[in-house]
């Protein structure tokens, strides 16, 4: 049998993932039931025959380009644990600037918002964590996603989001909301990143979308004017050569204050108005 120590040093059969160390990692931790902080206290713990063969299915699996968050079935956003499978976006961390943006910009306790292609429920959830006054609802179009969304709303006990079945807003009855905010598909269908890592096991639906990748933006911007209160937000993410043009999109439908932000890398990311 193998130790923790030596299934580590596996990783190098992972050559091919740029996060080798931390793929192996997270999933000999969650074949273990453990933190990975547990890896390094107890090197020496040997796996049972089990374990052993748990882990080697999985690292087969990565080793074949499989998401880790799919391997492991959840991934932690704005530090929510979700569950993930094939029938969403994989949360990603640059996500978090859209909440922490929506935040600070809305610092009231009592807002309705309104959260468009939740996918996981990811953006709702999260801003739900941080405001339990106010109301949330959140769209989504696959049916798969959205019971998923309901199952993360329902294990995170947040009574003040509503996960409502809608194309964009097709489906949202007529109302007013201070927020609207949404991470919706933006990737050129033409795009090569397309046949790269994760995005390959991720629904075309949640990535691509017409027009350069803008047609999704163009209609939540241009509908929005109808579901926003004077002065409310709408704050989208983008793809990071895209915000000129979604800017542009903005002030077109009729938004003032229209500015990008920039993510951890430097990128504009996200822009609001
Ligand atoms: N940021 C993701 C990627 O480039 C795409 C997310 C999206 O289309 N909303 O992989």
Redesign the pocket.
């Known amino acids: 049998m193998s130790t923790v120590k030596q299934n580590l040093a596996r990783s190098a059969e992972l050559a091919g993932s740029d996060s080798a160390r931390l793929d192996v990692e997270v999933l000999l931790g969650h074949v273990l039931g453990r933190p990975r902080t547990w890896l390094y206290t107890w090197p020496e713990y040997e796996l049972t025959v089990a374990e052993q063969g748990q882990f080697d299915a999985l690292l087969a699996r990565r080793h074949s380009g499989e998401p880790v968050a799919h391997l492991t079935g959840e991934r932690e956003f704005w530090s929510l644990p979700l569950k993930v499978d094939a029938s969403t976006?994989i949360p990603?961390p640059?996500?978090e600037l859209l909440v922490e943006t929506a935040l600070e910009l809305c610092p009231q306790q009592q807002l309705r918002a309104l959260d468009l292609g939740t996918g996981t429920g990811a953006i709702a959830l999260a801003l739900a964590s941080e405001r339990p006054g106010w109301q949330i609802v959140a769209a989504e179009r696959s049916a798969d996603a959205a019971r998923l969304a309901e199952e993360n709303r329902r294990s995170l006990g947040f009574d003040n989001v509503q996960i409502v079945r809608s194309d964009w807003f097709a489906q949202i009855a007529p109302q007013v909301f201070e927020l609207i905010v949404s991470?919706?598909?933006?990737?050129d269908a033409a795009d090569p990143?397309l046949e790269q890592?994760?995005?390959r096991f991720?629904p075309r639906s949640?990535?691509?979308?017409d027009r350069e990748?803008l047609a999704d933006i163009e209609h939540i911007a241009v509908r929005s004017v109808e579901f926003l209160t004077a002065g409310g937000w709408l704050l989208v993410?983008h793809?990071w050569q895209q915000a000129a043009a979604v800017r542009d999109i903005f002030a077109a439908a009729g938004f003032h204050n229209v500015e990008s932000r920039e993510d951890f890398s430097g990128w504009e990311r996200l822009t609001l108005g």
């Open positions: 976006l990603r640059e996500t991470n919706p598909p933006y990737i990143h890592g994760d995005v991720e949640a990535l691509v979308a990748g993410e793809g």
